[in-house]
């Protein structure tokens, strides 16, 4: 009876990232959760008897493993260190839930398709990365299936902004006070997600009935709602603040870069929604906020 009470330990890997700020800003409202959070100076994800070291003598309830490389264009150059964090420390944390009871809940990405979709993707459509980012993360992915740990979840996710880190409304706010017109791509679909609405959804899902009494891993998608280019999320968030900017589309053949980018990748939320009786804000409702919180953080505006 002394465990019902208990705080539930939660692990958080990549805490100075996007999700993983996110995760540190709402744990102070879930006090019946303990969280322990670590960044890459406390745990080198790339070294595997690292992880295992680590883990000696610790005991978690939960993983949320948000740390990742994301540096897409990099990664084709740096394909070793993208494969080792992204796949390999993957299955290293996989085998520790599995080992030891864990739950765990692992993010991914739409990169893992290939952006050639007329309609959104399932969690069971064929998989077909174009690039290393995309075939490291599908690697993490299958090799967190076949160790298959019980009450685990991995979520794609696509487009993920915050107030914290390097990401897309960052730059366009950064670049649009900095000049008088942007080129951006119109010819790449999909959602932009935020990283806090995908943080709630995390800390709502681990102590839901629907996972505790799942066996093995299950895949879901999670964005925000709606749809849009990258041409019009970078008009949305200038017409959602006083920068005054001008932005023109180009075709990604107009902007190229060492990785290709998937033309396509809306995600399919049913299951998620289902599964756990979801209703997901809108993509424009969710900006909003997020300009709100950078205008007002540390005295700096838009």
């Not at 993957?90 to 893992?112: C, E, F, N, P, R």
């Not at 949305?236 to 990785?259: H, L, M, N």
Request: charged letters at 20%.
């Amino acid at each position: 009876m002394g465990n019902l009470f208990m705080s539930k330990q939660i692990l958080v890997t990549g805490a100075n990232g996007q999700l993983g700020s996110e995760l540190g800003e709402l744990s102070r409202y879930f006090t019946n959760y303990d969280f322990t959070f670590i960044t890459r100076h406390d745990l080198d994800l790339s070294d595997a008897l690292a992880i295992n070291v680590w883990f000696e003598n610790k005991t978690f309830d939960v993983i949320i493993n948000c740390a990742a490389y994301t540096a897409v264009d990099k990664a084709e150059i740096e394909a070793d260190l993208a494969f080792a964090i992204n796949a390999t420390a993957v299955q290293t944390l996989a085998q520790l839930a599995k080992l030891h009871g864990i739950s765990m809940l692992h993010i991914s990405t739409d990169y893992v398709f290939a952006g050639d979709s007329c309609k959104p993707y399932q969690e069971t459509d064929a998989t077909c990365p174009q690039g290393v980012y995309g075939q490291s993360k599908l690697e993490g992915e299958l090799a967190m299936r076949a160790i298959n740990p019980d009450r685990s979840v991995i979520i794609r996710t696509s487009w993920v902004y915050s107030r914290f880190g390097n990401n897309f409304v960052k730059t366009m706010v950064r670049l649009g006070k900095e000049r008088k017109e942007l080129s951006v791509i119109y010819d790449q679909i999909g959602t932009p997600t935020s990283a806090k609405d995908l943080a709630m959804l995390l800390l709502i899902i681990i102590d839901s009935p629907q996972l505790q009494s799942q066996s093995g891993t299950e895949i879901y998608h999670y964005s925000n709602e709606g749809v849009c280019s990258w041409y019009d999320f970078a008009l949305a968030i200038f017409k959602s603040s006083p920068i005054r900017c001008k932005v023109k589309p180009i075709e990604t053949k107009d902007y190229p870069t060492p990785a290709k980018r998937p033309h396509y990748s809306l995600l399919n939320k049913a299951k998620i929604k289902n599964t756990f009786d979801l209703t997901i804000p809108y993509w424009r409702d969710s900006l909003l906020q997020c300009l709100k919180y950078i205008k007002h953080s540390k005295g700096k505006s838009l």
